[in-house]
């Protein structure tokens, strides 16, 4: 028998900036077993541990992008390339590519919530033509708390992406308001088979999920990340127990249809 809670340590291969209390570190990774979707509990002795979503799936390398807003993650802070850090996972269930190939599918993701969708937009981006058409819509609270910059640049070119900010800054010249404003513009070849996936902090999800449920999607055609109620990753804490629910072993990914009867 294996201990589950014994990590393993992994080297970090690079740290990427995105703002002044996020970044994302790449870290070494040689197995094929992390779908999008799923997370990795990072942790430091001595000062514990913190469950960090999958932004990005590599050849030997998986990336975790990281806020600096707590007493383990400010000690995170303090490692830079070449150093190790603690890891176990991954946990969770994921986002499965094959729920999405073949149909019509749209992301919408705000701010932070574009971390644990980032590996599957990367990978519809790179095959549209698995899709019947693939939209990306995200959301930032202002430009310079955008992350994954580079990457939308990338996107633009290969699907339909909307990229929006709460509030302007001096100089800014893209689209500005919440996500919602723009869910009725979307072009939506059929609402009934369309697939959505939607997310981010709680009230942008529920907002969101209605405008898509004005537009006709059914419940069933739309997925929720509850990444935010993640715990210790083996469902022995209760801290993620929502009823009979536990969100790191049943989730985080869920269909809203069940997702929707979940309240903490």
Known sequence: MTNEYIPFLSRIEDVIQHTEIEFTFRMAYEKNDVKPGQFFEVSIPKFGEAPISVSGIGDGFLDLT?????????????????????????????????????????????????????????????????TQGFTVIAGFKSPDFMLFKEDFKKWQDLCKVILTVDQAEEGYTGKVGLITKYIPELEIKNSKK????????????????????????????????????????????????IGDVYICLDGPVFNYSKGKNLID
């Open 66 to 130: 990281i806020r600096k807003v707590g007493r383990v993650t400010n000690q995170i802070f303090s490692h830079y390339k070449g150093d190790t850090l603690f890891m176990r996972g991954p946990y969770g269930n994921g986002f499965e590519l094959e729920n999405y190939k073949g149909k019509e599918l749209i992301v919408a993701a705000g701010g932070t919530g574009v971390s644990p969708v980032r590996a599957l937009i990367e990978y519809f981006a790179g095959h549209v033509e698995e």
């Open 194 to 241: 369309a697939s959505v996936i939607v997310v981010g902090p709680p009230l942008m999800m529920n907002f969101t999920i209605q405008e898509f449920l004005k537009r006709g999607v059914p419940e069933e055609n739309i997925w929720i990340s509850q990444e935010r109620k993640m715990c210790c990753g083996i469902g022995k804490c209760g801290h993620c127990r």
